[in-house]
């Protein structure tokens, strides 16, 4: 019985979606791909721990969700600024000939 207690807020009985995260996904597009978003993603992240501690489980899905945006965000401006960056490094190579 405890183990069902673990999936059901226990106050409405409605069963909590476990989609969480966590601080690992907004570290890692913070540090390797793009900081200015990766800093919206950190904090989207402590937000929903702290709803979680506060047993708001809708907030900290809101932040969850929001907090993947700028991570998948943070991936893709990062991906386009290493291609930019190595084009850039391939045409100065390229002008020396």
Known sequence: MQKAALYFDEIDEQPVKRSFRGYTPAILATVLCFFPIGIFSLIFASLEKKSI??????????????????????????????LLVISCLFALIGLDD
């Not at 809708?58 to 945006?69: E, M, N, R, S, V």
């Open 53 to 82: 501690a506060y047993g708001r489980w809708d907030d900290a899905l809101y932040y969850a969700k929001k907090g993947q945006i700028y991570v998948k965000a943070a991936i893709l401006f990062g991906f386009v600024m290493w």
